[in-house]
């Protein structure tokens, strides 16, 4: 099994872990809707990737109560 030989000390312990720290996202605004969205991904809300609709969108998704 691995043993340490000596303590490690809270400080070195905490110098190895200073670059772990999760960065935040870098949302920018989509072009055709305004909407906050990945860079070079496609829009979630409109499906538009470089001003051309790269996915075609429904407006609203019709459930059937009794289906379920």
């Not at 991904?41 to 538009?48: E, F, I, K």
């Not at 969108?57 to 609203?60: A, G, L, P, S, T």
């Given at each position: 099994m691995a043993v340490q030989q000596n303590k490690v000390s809270k400080s070195r312990r905490n110098?190895?872990?200073a670059h772990d720290a999760l960065v935040a996202a870098n949302p920018n605004e989509c072009s055709s809707c305004g909407e906050l969205k990945r860079p070079h991904?496609?829009?979630?809300?409109?499906?538009?990737y470089d001003s051309k609709e790269i996915v075609a969108?429904?407006?609203?998704v019709e459930i059937d109560e009794d289906a379920a």
């Open positions: 110098n190895r872990r991904h496609v829009c979630p809300s409109c499906g538009n969108m429904n407006d609203e």
